[in-house]
């Protein structure tokens, strides 16, 4: 990171991160030595933002507290479309409903999702990610997700936009084969798979070669 | 009903609710008029116990408190599946983790569903259905459940079983096209659409044919 850094190229970080702000991420790597600002972070919750400025949109939020700040500038009055990441305790009954009645009572819903992930591990056992909550109010309301976050390729795009680089002038360096590696190839990028992070030799092949 | 009683015919209580046990079901059509017994009901908990047993499966419960009496007799130590029904407001994050932990803990993972209805209408409100948690439970462990209850074949063919009649020899009356018509014809029945209940004009052509 510091030789890529000394070396002038432009450099930005790409989260899946939707448990909280970016300031809370960065200091977190901060803490642990990385030379990292939060200019430089790309993450879902502001490419959410991006969308939601460009569209229009006002967010019903069903997202993590943590998360909250930052959609402070974004206009959340009459919603009318459902912004949903990793709520974690947020996601309980009442709030489910809500956001399925928000979304049910709109005559084009519009679902906005901060990752697809299915699953993650914490200290105290496994958790189910936003991917399936997504699933369950796409289910109910007949809609499909709009993605934001790694692998969709608008993540990449705004993190390129953000350089004002082209895909091909650009690479991704990361540890997943599907979120990073993938994603950003089907951007147009090349990347690169470091074997440290959650990688395992399997994962050397893209689930859908193997 | 009367004159179906008065006739001899034979005769099966078709439903799909997962919220109480047979006996308050039947207890509330008693106090409407309806001549109606525990013993003519087929309902997804006694079809999905009847699985169970047959495939000796142990299950791990997220269904609704007034449920729970319709599994008493079924072991449920050491779960090798899960059954999901409408939990209400069972539908915690705690227990859909706990649900999800059971499932993708087996090396095959077994999940049954006492339906897949996407949204219901209650006093309050609207609220998101079995089949939107059934969803997110299926992408979470890449797999698909198992429905019990209408329109499900094995549903309509237990009632069958249970009257010891042929698919042909029987007559489905519901005002539900897709899960009482639909269903039946399926499985081989005639069926008649009564145009009482949730029947709308809408609703006499098969979504599918729509």
Redesign the interface.
């Known amino acids: 990171l510091n030789r890529i850094k000394a070396s002038g190229l432009k450099l930005r970080f790409c989260t899946n991160e939707t448990q909280a702000t970016r300031e809370k991420f960065v200091k977190k790597l901060q803490g642990m030595g990385f030379d990292i600002s939060v200019a430089e972070v790309t993450a879902p919750a502001p490419a959410a933002c991006r969308i939601l400025k460009e569209r229009s949109l006002r967010p019903h939020l069903l997202v993590h507290n943590d998360l909250v700040p930052e959609f402070a500038e974004i206009d959340k009055a009459n919603p009318n479309c459902v912004v949903i990441g990793d709520a ?2 947020n ?3 009442a709030n ?2 809500e956001a ?2 928000v979304l ?1 009572g709109m005559e084009k819903p519009v679902l906005i999702s901060l990752g697809r992930g ?2 993650y591990k914490e200290t105290d ?5 936003v ?3 997504m ?8 809609v499909q997700a709009e993605v934001v976050g790694k692998p969709a390729k608008t993540f990449f795009e705004s993190a390129l936009a953000e350089m004002g680089v082209s895909p091909q002038q650009a690479i991704m360096i990361g540890d997943d084969i599907v979120n990073d590696v993938g994603g950003a190839q089907r951007c147009g990028m090349r990347a690169l798979q470091v074997r440290t992070g959650k990688y395992r030799s399997v994962h050397t092949l893209h689930p859908a070669l193997r």
């Open positions: 974690a305790e996601f309980t009954y489910l409903n399925f009645r049910i299915r699953y056992g496994l958790k189910l990610d991917g399936a909550y699933k369950a109010l796409e289910y109910a309301c007949d």
